[in-house]
């Protein structure tokens, strides 16, 4: 039984500035971890600088594949080898650069704490030993093209891909070039364009590791300096601005047969960046306008009162880099140009008024309460940390957050909102049976 | 939304009189079972101080399980209307109940499946009050207004729509439509198209009326808060709910022997075949249950997995899923997987077909048995890293088993030797109780060339 007052104390938490224990290494990687005994396991989270605006123009899908084959093999161990040491303790890792973040490669791990040095030793490995078997790589290739006609049965992908190429030149890291070239280009890799562009742009100059949970933080940071310390540092993190996009707007439909429900993607090319002063001022605006298919205005209306969606949701993809403006539903065919024109309107409105002082307050106590919940387990720590580092704003952010959620005016909301959206800009897709 | 805090304290003040208001049942594994004297909502209690949040939950015993033809889907429509209001909680007074959950940053939803409907909140730990006076709310006020009704059915029927789109989806409808013929697990909890269209409000209140009470439930509590001042929570807001008037009907169909292999075929415009097969096994009570999900792991648990070794390492299937359904009553084993375009379905087919009767002639080895073992211990120890995780796989123990089941849980698959899982595909995978079905593109792309053209 536990009294209130010791409930008190309990819930007055060491800062995470304080808590997080960091060493920089002269190679330039950042290591971050905590100590959280509450449950035997590890999370890890990481990121360096080899997402795909480093590959080739026409080729960015060597980041995402040589990321994925790191995992394929290396000087001491095969895939299966480090696999099977992996699996039979139920731990896992990932290397991966998702198409939404050009800059970036992340890292994902977890295993049992008794297992941590298990992990630690794979992904170093993987890291500094990869080897990009032949083999493994064809194999890989198979899987990615069947893979990509596959992604190809969904109306969301088919809606959104179509409308960055109108937004997008091609070569540009959002533009989705359509699945056929896409096959061949896959078709066309070489083990050797892997390996370049490992030795490129991996180097533990932009490497963050994150680390939380059942561990000794000391011993833990030794383990990964050991690890880590002789590996060369590789690329500087300087990132180039991206170029200026100048789309005209305009409207498609993909035809696809046999599909009850339709998707629509209204798509703009935004300026916001994650690192934009205004960012949690526009994100926060956003929320109101359509982060919940239950409660936000775009929500409310097009699916909770006129009920033409299950979802409709609005989002940025703001990174090191601006990414598109998107707001995206699903339909029945038949529905589609009333949905359309009751999320245009609703944007209207929007525009034009801005943020009530309710869905201000509301959205604030939303976020912050979130954030909270988001950091309710070693792996959300850890992404957490990672994310602050990686974005340059460090991990006393994870403290920050709060109060600088509370400190956002609607002016600010409502004035970074309208800055940022164009309503007249929207390039508007449709995939489906029409 | 914080106001409960002076509350607790005083109730805290005075622990006995809280207590007295539950029967202490029993603890398990940190899980600790209560009883409203006054309703007999069932309550487990598990303190976890990962960080200073809260999941609060409740699981309805009511799931497409308990639903007939012509009413097919109205668990899950209902599940829809929850969202829509009581007399405290609606639009018209700003109090929408998706509204008041997120402003306080919860983590929320509802799921319907065959066994169960469940709600569930994570929130911080300060707002768990809040959370647990919301759902007593609508445990008996759901306010089930047909205007409200009208647009949810097009919302609900978007959903199966969607759900159509997706291979997958339709393949494993069609294989429950087949392997269960007589037993309610036949139909989707999404319910037939026509039935979402036509089932009245009238119909889904009785429903409500039927299932929607407390000693149909069962509430739990996980994360940072104090025992007592759970209680003294759960004990203010659903203290005053009545049991049920007439007593909860049980399920009595029972889904007789399979008397031979079944077959579908759903040929629909697409991209990539699939390939679906599923055997008839056991509830999840049942003895076996344990060693039909050591085998799952061997077959499908990650990259040095059989099925994964024989399907995507050689290039015939594109992934492979499988998974060891746990329910109520009698389950299927099933292995979905997409072909590799070029592929011959068959060639899918008969290699699943193959791993299976390799485990039933030659056994598993220590070292798979013992691997399997351990990613399932693993994962258990993994779902406490969060309150939610461990409230929903709670939650799926209370639907088809109860929280002893899930307490016991990895004890029992400790104790899975390798002639346990010999034994069970011997039992149970045989070719009459298998149902296969597959899914080939209309246009015949699966077997085409690998380019496609761009509309």
Same mark, same amino acid.
């Given at each position: 039984?536990?009294?209130?007052?010791?409930?008190?104390?309990?819930?007055?938490?060491?800062?995470?500035?304080?808590?997080?224990?960091?060493?920089?290494?002269? #190679?330039?990687?950042?290591?971050?971890?905590?100590? #959280?005994?509450? #449950?035997?396991?590890?999370?890890?989270?990481?990121?360096?600088?080899?997402?795909?605006?480093?590959?080739?123009?026409?080729?960015?899908?060597?980041?995402?594949?040589?990321?994925?084959?790191?995992?394929?093999?290396?000087?001491?161990?095969?895939?299966?080898?480090?696999?099977?040491?992996?699996?039979?303790?139920?731990?896992?890792?990932?290397?991966?650069?998702?198409?939404?973040?050009?800059?970036?490669?992340?890292?994902?791990?977890?295993?049992?704490?008794?297992?941590?040095?298990?992990?630690?030793?794979?992904?170093?490995?993987?890291?500094?030993?990869?080897?990009?078997?032949?083999?493994?790589?064809? =194999?890989?290739?198979?899987?990615?093209?069947?893979?990509?006609?596959?992604?190809?049965?969904?109306?969301?992908?088919?809606?959104?891909?179509?409308?960055?190429?109108?937004?997008?030149?091609?070569?540009?890291?959002?533009?989705?070039?359509?699945?056929?070239?896409?096959?061949?280009?896959?078709?066309?890799?070489?083990?050797?364009?892997?390996?370049?562009?490992?030795?490129?742009?991996?180097?533990?100059?932009?490497?963050?590791?994150?680390?939380?949970?059942?561990?000794?933080?000391?011993?833990?940071?030794?383990?990964?300096?050991?690890?880590?310390?002789?590996?060369?540092?590789?690329?500087?993190?300087?990132?180039?601005?991206?170029?200026?996009?100048?789309?005209?707007?305009?409207?498609?439909?993909?035809?696809?047969?046999?599909?009850?429900?339709?998707?629509?993607?209204?798509?703009?090319?935004?300026?916001?960046?994650?690192?934009?002063?205004?960012?949690?001022?526009?994100?926060?605006?956003?929320?109101?306008?359509?982060?919940?298919?239950? %409660?936000?205005?775009?929500?409310?209306?097009?699916?909770?009162?006129?009920?033409?969606?299950?979802?409709?949701?609005?989002?940025?993809?703001?990174?090191?880099?601006?990414?598109?403006?998107?707001?995206?539903?699903?339909?029945?065919?038949?529905?589609?140009?009333?949905?359309?024109?009751?999320?245009?309107?609703?944007?209207? =409105?929007?525009?034009?008024?801005?943020? %009530?002082?309710?869905?201000?307050?509301?959205?604030?106590?939303?976020?912050?309460? =979130?954030?909270?919940?988001?950091?309710?387990? #070693?792996?959300?720590?850890?992404?957490?940390?990672?994310?602050?580092?990686?974005?340059?704003?460090?991990?006393?952010?994870?403290?920050?957050?709060?109060?600088?959620?509370?400190?956002?005016?609607?002016?600010?909301?409502?004035?970074?909102?309208?800055?940022?959206?164009?309503?007249? =800009?929207? %390039?508007?897709?449709?995939?489906?049976?029409? | 939304?914080?106001?409960?805090?002076?509350?607790?304290?005083?109730?805290?003040?005075?622990? !006995?009189?809280?207590?007295?208001?539950?029967?202490?049942?029993?603890?398990?594994?940190?899980?600790?079972?209560?009883?409203? !004297?006054?309703?007999?909502?069932?309550?487990?209690?598990?303190?976890?101080? +990962?960080?200073?949040?809260?999941?609060?939950?409740? +699981?309805?015993?009511?799931?497409?399980?308990?639903?007939?033809?012509?009413?097919?889907?109205?668990?899950?429509?209902?599940?829809?209307?929850?969202? !829509?209001?009581?007399?405290?909680?609606?639009?018209?007074?700003?109090?929408?109940?998706?509204?008041?959950?997120?402003?306080?940053?919860?983590?929320?939803?509802?799921?319907?499946?065959?066994?169960?409907?469940?709600?569930?909140?994570?929130?911080?730990?300060?707002?768990?009050?809040?959370?647990?006076?919301?759902?007593?709310?609508? /445990?008996?006020?759901?306010?089930?207004?047909?205007?409200?009704?009208?647009?949810? /059915?097009?919302?609900?029927?978007?959903?199966?729509?969607?759900?159509?789109?997706?291979?997958?989806?339709?393949? *494993?409808?069609?294989?429950?439509?087949?392997? *269960?013929?007589?037993?309610?697990?036949?139909?989707?909890?999404?319910?037939?198209?026509?039935?979402?269209?036509?089932?009245?409000?009238?119909?889904?209140?009785?429903? *409500?009326?039927?299932?929607?009470?407390?000693?149909?439930?069962?509430? /739990?509590?996980?994360?940072?808060?104090?025992?007592?001042?759970?209680?003294? /929570?759960?004990?203010?807001?659903?203290?005053?709910?009545?049991?049920?008037?007439?007593?909860?009907?049980?399920?009595?169909?029972?889904?007789?022997?399979?008397?031979?292999?079944?077959?579908?075929?759903?040929?629909?415009?697409?991209?990539?075949?699939?390939?679906?097969?599923?055997?008839?096994?056991?509830?999840? +009570?049942?003895?076996?249950?344990?060693?039909?999900?050591?085998?799952?792991?061997?077959?499908?648990?990650?990259?040095?997995?059989?099925? *994964?070794?024989?399907?995507?390492?050689?290039?015939?299937?594109?992934?492979?899923?499988?998974?060891?359904?746990?329910?109520?009553?009698?389950?299927?084993?099933?292995?979905?997987?997409?072909?590799?375009?070029?592929?011959?379905?068959?060639?899918?087919?008969?290699?699943?077909?193959?791993?299976?009767?390799?485990?039933?002639?030659?056994?598993?080895?220590?070292?798979?048995?013992?691997?399997?073992?351990?990613?399932?211990?693993?994962?258990?120890?993994?779902?406490?890293?969060?309150?939610?995780?461990?409230?929903?796989?709670?939650?799926?123990?209370?639907?088809?088993?109860?929280?002893?089941?899930?307490?016991?849980?990895?004890?029992?698959?400790?104790?899975?030797?390798?002639?346990?899982?010999?034994?069970?595909?011997?039992?149970?995978?045989?070719?009459?109780?298998?149902?296969?079905?597959?899914?080939?593109?209309?246009?015949?792309?699966?077997?085409?060339?690998?380019?496609?053209?761009?509309?």
């Amino acid at each position: 039984m536990t009294s209130a007052s010791e409930a008190a104390t309990r819930r007055t938490r060491v800062p995470f500035a304080e808590a997080v224990r960091s060493r920089s290494l002269g #190679n330039g990687a950042r290591l971050f971890v905590l100590e #959280n005994r509450f #449950n035997p396991t590890v999370s890890l989270s990481g990121s360096l600088h080899a997402g795909g605006l480093w590959a080739p123009a026409g080729r960015r899908l060597l980041a995402s594949v040589t990321a994925g084959e790191l995992s394929k093999g290396t000087e001491r161990r095969t895939k299966l080898q480090i696999a099977e040491d992996l699996e039979s303790r139920g731990a896992s890792l990932s290397f991966s650069a998702d198409a939404s973040d050009p800059v970036g490669a992340d890292i994902g791990g977890a295993a049992l704490s008794r297992d941590v040095d298990v992990l630690l030793d794979a992904l170093t490995e993987m890291l500094r030993l990869p080897v990009f078997p032949e083999e493994e790589l064809e =194999k890989e290739k198979k899987r990615l093209v069947g893979a990509i006609q596959q992604q190809q049965d969904l109306t969301s992908a088919r809606a959104y891909e179509a409308a960055t190429r109108r937004i997008y030149p091609a070569g540009h890291p959002f533009h989705r070039a359509p699945a056929s070239e896409r096959i061949a280009r896959v078709e066309a890799l070489r083990r050797e364009d892997l390996s370049s562009f490992y030795q490129e742009r991996y180097g533990a100059a932009t490497l963050i590791l994150a680390v939380v949970g059942d561990f000794e933080a000391d011993r833990l940071l030794d383990g990964l300096e050991r690890r880590l310390s002789a590996w060369g540092a590789g690329p500087s993190a300087e990132i180039p601005a991206p170029p200026a996009v100048s789309p005209s707007p305009g409207e498609e439909t993909v035809p696809m047969p046999d599909k009850a429900s339709a998707d629509v993607a209204m798509v703009e090319p935004s300026t916001l960046a994650r690192r934009d002063p205004d960012f949690l001022a526009c994100s926060l605006a956003n929320s109101a306008l359509g982060q919940s298919s239950l %409660t936000s205005r775009l929500g409310v209306r097009v699916r909770d009162v006129e009920g033409l969606t299950y979802g409709i949701h609005s989002s940025f993809s703001a990174t090191h880099w601006p990414g598109p403006f998107v707001i995206s539903l699903t339909v029945k065919p038949e529905s589609r140009d009333a949905a359309v024109a009751a999320a245009r309107e609703e944007l209207g =409105k929007f525009l034009e008024s801005g943020l %009530t002082e309710k869905e201000l307050r509301e959205e604030k106590s939303s976020r912050i309460g =979130k954030f909270k919940v988001d950091l309710a387990s #070693n792996a959300g720590i850890a992404q957490a940390i990672d994310a602050a580092v990686y974005y340059g704003f460090g991990v006393g952010y994870l403290d920050e957050f709060p109060s600088l959620v509370s400190a956002i005016t609607k002016e600010e909301a409502d004035s970074a909102f309208a800055h940022r959206v164009d309503p007249e =800009k929207f %390039t508007v897709v449709s995939a489906g049976s029409f | 939304m914080t106001t409960h805090a002076p509350n607790s304290k005083s109730e805290i003040r005075n622990p !006995k009189s809280v207590l007295g208001a539950f029967d202490f049942i029993e603890e398990k594994a940190g899980i600790r079972e209560f009883r409203l !004297k006054s309703n007999s909502l069932r309550l487990l209690l598990l303190e976890n101080r +990962v960080a200073p949040v809260a999941t609060f939950a409740v +699981v309805y015993h009511v799931g497409s399980r308990n639903e007939a033809v012509g009413h097919t889907g109205a668990t899950h429509l209902l599940e829809h209307l929850m969202f !829509k209001g009581t007399p405290e909680y609606n639009r018209e007074k700003g109090t929408a109940i998706a509204a008041v959950l997120e402003a306080l940053g919860a983590r929320f939803n509802a799921t319907t499946w065959f066994d169960r409907t469940n709600y569930y909140e994570t929130v911080p730990s300060d707002a768990l009050d809040a959370v647990v006076k919301l759902e007593a709310s609508r /445990m008996r006020g759901a306010l089930l207004r047909d205007e409200d009704r009208a647009p949810e /059915m097009t919302v609900v029927r978007n959903e199966f729509e969607r759900g159509e789109n997706s291979p997958f989806q339709v393949l *494993y409808k069609q294989t429950f439509a087949t392997a *269960y013929r007589e037993h309610p697990y036949h139909h989707p909890t999404i319910g037939w198209r026509s039935d979402i269209e036509g089932v009245t409000t009238e119909r889904l209140k009785e429903f *409500y009326d039927t299932f929607y009470h407390p000693n149909n439930a069962t509430a /739990m509590a996980i994360g940072d808060f104090g025992e007592e001042e759970a209680l003294a /929570m759960v004990e203010r807001h659903f203290g005053a709910l009545p049991v049920s008037p007439k007593p909860i009907p049980r399920v009595h169909t029972v889904e007789p022997p399979q008397e031979g292999e079944r077959r579908f075929l759903v040929r629909r415009a697409g991209q990539v075949a699939w390939c679906a097969l599923s055997w008839r096994t056991v509830q999840a +009570v049942h003895a076996d249950t344990h060693a039909l999900a050591v085998l799952g792991n061997i077959l499908g648990g990650g990259l040095t997995s059989r099925l *994964y070794q024989a399907l995507v390492e050689k290039s015939l299937g594109l992934s492979v899923t499988v998974v060891p359904w746990q329910f109520r009553d009698p389950g299927l084993f099933s292995v979905f997987a997409p072909v590799r375009p070029g592929v011959e379905p068959s060639a899918v087919e008969s290699t699943i077909r193959e791993g299976i009767a390799q485990v039933r002639d030659e056994g598993v080895t220590e070292a798979e048995c013992e691997k399997a073992r351990r990613q399932i211990e693993a994962e258990v120890i993994f779902d406490r890293d969060s309150t939610d995780q461990i409230a929903a796989s709670l939650s799926e123990a209370i639907a088809v088993a109860d929280w002893r089941w899930y307490a016991d849980y990895p004890g029992a698959i400790r104790a899975v030797s390798r002639e346990d899982v010999r034994r069970v595909v011997q039992s149970y995978f045989q070719d009459d109780t298998l149902t296969a079905g597959i899914f080939l593109p209309k246009d015949g792309a699966s077997a085409g060339a690998a380019g496609e053209e761009e509309p």
